[in-house]
C-alpha cells in the first residue's frame, strides 16, 4: 500500500525535483509561494479572443488532473497538467469542439477524467445516489411527521 | 432495546465503511487506462543515446514487448530499476524505455549509474506523446501484444509481487505470438 505514495509525491507537488530549477529560483519560488498560493495555476495563454479564453477556462475546470486527483486541470500544477492545459490550448487554436476536446481526454485516461462523467451502467450510483438519498430522508421525515402527530 | 442501540449500529456501520475505505485508498488512486485491450498508439520519438535517430512503436509490431516510463528525475523508479534489470535479461522480449520529460544529460548520466538494461528509448522531452500513451506518472509499465494491442498496464514502481505477475503474462504473450 504505501510503495505507491513516492509515486505520486514529487508529481503533485508544485516543485518538481527535476533539475530544470536553480537553487536560486527555488528559494524565490519558495518565498513567493505565499502570494501564489490563492492565484490560478493557469499560465498566459496568446487566446485569440475572449470567447475562447473562456471555453479554455472552463474545460479546464471540468477536466481532472490525474495526477492531483482532486484537482482540475486549472487548479492543478503538476507537470502533467501544464501538459495537457497546452495541448487544451492548441486544440482550441486548431478548433475542436468543446465536446472533440473531452473525447480527447476520455479516450487518454477514461471517464474519471470528467468531474461530470456520462450517465452510464458504472455512474449510476454516482449520479442516482443522491436522489435516493434524498427520497429516504424525505420518506423517513414524513413517517416522522405522521407519527408525531398521531401521538399528539 | 433496538431503538435505542440504532444510532451505535449506523455508527459502527459507518466506521467499517471507514476501514474499508481506508484499506482501498491507494487502490481507488489508481486511474485505470481505457488503452488497455486497444492497439498501442503509434508514437515515433528520438533515440536517447543517439538523438539523430527517430525510434518508433511501429517498428516492433509482429513480436510482444514491455514499454516501461521512467524519468532520471522520478524517485520512484529508481526503486524499481532492480526489477527492470531482471525484466531486460529474463523476460526475453524488448524492453522499451519511455524517458518521459526528462533532460538527456541527466538521463545518460542516471543510466551511467544505475545500468541500463533496456533495449533502447524513446526520448519525450514535451510530453505530446505520453498524453496519447495516457500516462500520467512514473514509473509506469505497458504490456503490448504482438497484434500491437496493450494487454497490461502496471501503474507505479514494480516490486517482486509485481515482477512475478508482469512475468507471468509475459510469457502467455510469447505462447500466443509463437503460435
Not at chain 1, 477536466?63 to 486541470?73: A, E, K
Not at chain 1, 477524467?113 to 455512474?123: E, I, N
Request: net charge negative.
Amino acid at each position: 500500500m504505501t510503495r505507491l505514495q513516492g509515486f505520486m509525491r514529487f508529481e503533485c507537488s508544485a516543485f518538481r525535483v527535476q533539475g530544470r530549477l536553480r537553487p536560486a529560483a527555488m528559494i524565490l519560488a519558495g518565498l513567493l509561494l505565499s502570494a501564489v498560493v490563492a492565484a490560478s495555476a493557469i499560465e498566459p495563454f496568446p487566446f485569440e479572443s475572449e470567447l475562447q479564453e473562456q471555453r479554455f477556462r472552463s474545460l479546464a475546470e471540468e477536466i481532472r488532473c490525474t495526477v492531483c486527483q482532486n484537482q482540475s486541470l486549472a487548479d492543478s500544477d503538476a507537470p502533467l497538467a501544464q501538459d495537457l492545459r497546452r495541448e487544451l490550448f492548441a486544440m482550441l487554436q486548431d478548433g475542436r469542439s468543446d465536446m472533440e476536446i473531452r473525447m480527447f481526454m476520455v479516450d487518454r485516461y477514461g471517464d474519471f477524467v470528467l468531474y461530470r462523467p456520462p450517465l452510464a451502467g458504472h455512474t449510476l450510483l454516482l449520479w442516482g445516489g443522491p436522489i435516493v438519498l434524498l427520497l429516504i430522508a424525505l420518506g423517513s421525515t414524513i413517517v416522522i411527521v405522521r407519527r408525531r402527530r398521531k401521538a399528539l | 432495546m433496538i431503538r435505542m442501540l440504532l444510532p451505535l449500529i449506523v455508527f459502527g456501520g459507518l466506521l467499517a465503511l471507514l476501514i474499508a475505505g481506508l484499506q482501498t485508498a491507494e487502490e481507488r488512486k489508481l486511474v485505470q487506462s481505457p488503452l488497455v485491450g486497444k492497439p498501442v498508439p503509434e508514437v515515433t520519438l528520438p533515440a536517447l543515446h543517439d538523438p539523430q535517430t527517430t525510434r518508433s512503436t511501429a517498428e516492433l509490431v509482429g513480436q510482444p514487448y514491455i514499454l516501461n516510463v521512467w524519468g532520471s528525475w522520478c524517485w520512484a523508479c529508481r526503486v524499481e530499476h532492480p526489477f527492470i534489470e531482471r525484466l531486460g535479461q529474463e523476460a526475453g522480449v524488448p524492453l522499451v524505455g519511455f524517458n518521459w520529460k526528462d533532460e538527456r544529460e541527466d538521463a545518460l548520466e542516471w543510466l551511467e549509474r544505475f545500468g541500463d538494461a533496456w533495449s533502447f528509448h524513446l526520448v519525450d522531452f514535451e510530453g505530446r506523446a505520453a498524453i496519447d500513451l495516457g500516462v500520467y506518472g512514473a514509473p509506469e509499465t505497458y504490456l503490448v501484444d504482438h497484434r500491437g494491442i496493450i494487454q497490461h498496464k502496471h501503474i507505479g514502481p514494480i516490486d517482486a509481487t509485481v515482477f512475478e505477475d508482469l512475468m507471468r503474462r509475459i510469457m502467455q504473450m510469447r505462447a500466443e505470438a509463437g503460435s
